[in-house]
């Protein structure tokens, strides 16, 4: 349901968010909303440019319109085809790794993609229904495995004029983040690390998924005999909220070291999904605590006991007296410790603090 307001009429955004919605090639219901008296009765024609069918009038306020607009919905529900994406039997007993493949505009992430599934593997299939916001492509790694690479457009730049829009591309990165196991950022050599790509980063972080730092147009950037290990640790500076993240350095242009890309991919697979022996893990953080007990603001934390009550991403519960007493950099204290013994690149841990008292855990 695509809502637009009748007492601001038909706006410029309007017609650019419609475009985008009839890309989805889905059903769309457009809405006029603030319909509140007759004086609206004719705003319809006013949106017809907009392409999305036949608007209706409503007023969530006073409820006009809003039965109608209900009807109409189940009216499309019951029109809709059983399924929209077709599972083969094929697929069925294939692993499928999801990756999004994001950065801003030009950064190379179409060549990548076409560079990987077209050179070294097979293209399984061009999903379908997919629009030009998001495309998905199957490449087939053996092992009964699929990697399938979603490719957003990304954020668009900082811009003053289209707001609406913006806020469209960063909530496409965002979706397409967080359905994903392992995000491909892509970041441009010669361009260096820009705010943006910070950014995606942090979205990536907040959504607990793998990652891989992609370096790009790697061919365009001068070389001498340091230029690596300096970029190394000028990536280190700028994304020091995640020191276990891969680097890989590439041209999807010409495809050297590309297939690099992939071998990352199946390594942060397996961080995803590594299970740290009990025993190891509680004798981990036992022996951190013992050196550098967690200090508390009001109250003195105790931390219990620790487990990992799940994978991709590595999960760890600690159960606490007082978790909230637990500051955040005290969390990144364990998590270097852990990595010492498990680098798991690429993953990030999920700390999870719950309160509990000892009555719990005896
Ligand atoms: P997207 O917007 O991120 O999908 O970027 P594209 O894949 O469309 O690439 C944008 C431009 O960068 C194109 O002109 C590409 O040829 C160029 N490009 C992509 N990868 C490389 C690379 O590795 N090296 C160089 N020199 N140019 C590249």
Known sequence: IFVVDAHTGNQKEDLRAAEM?????????????????????????????????????????????????????????????????????????????????????????????????????????????????????????????????????????????EKGIEKFSSLLVVKSVSDADIVLQLLDGPDGVTSQDLHIA???????????????????????????????????????FMPWAPKVYISALSGRRATNVIEEIKNVWESLHTKIPAKDLNNLIIDAVASLPPRGRRKPPKIYFSHQINTNPPTIELKINFPEEIHSSYIRYLDKKIRAKYPLPGAPIDWKLTKSSTKDVL
């Open 202 to 240: 942090q979205i990536a972080l907040e959504s607990k998924v793998g990652i891989i730092l992609v370096v790009n147009k790697w061919d365009a950037v001068e070389k001498s005999q340091t230029i690596t290990h300096e970029f190394e640790k000028y990536l280190g500076q700028k994304f020091i």
């Open 21 to 161: 919605i009839r890309k989805l090639n889905k059903p769309v219901i457009l809405a006029i909303n603030k319909a509140e008296g007759k004086k609206y009765d004719h705003t319809e024609h006013e949106f017809h440019n907009l392409g999305l069918g036949e608007p209706m009038l409503t007023s969530a306020i006073s409820g006009r319109g809003i039965g109608d607009l209900l009807d109409t919905v189940v009216d499309k529900l019951l029109k809709l085809p059983q399924k929209t994406t077709k599972i083969t039997e094929d697929d069925f007993d294939k692993e499928i790794i999801k990756v999004a493949i994001i950065g801003k505009p030009n950064v190379g992430k179409s060549t990548l993609i076409n560079k990987l599934s077209g050179k070294k593997a097979a293209i399984v299939s061009n999903i379908p229904g997919t629009t030009r916001d998001i495309v998905t492509t199957d490449i087939s790694i053996g092992d009964n495995r699929i990697i399938r690479l979603t490719d957003t457009a990304g954020l668009r730049r900082s811009g003053k004029i």
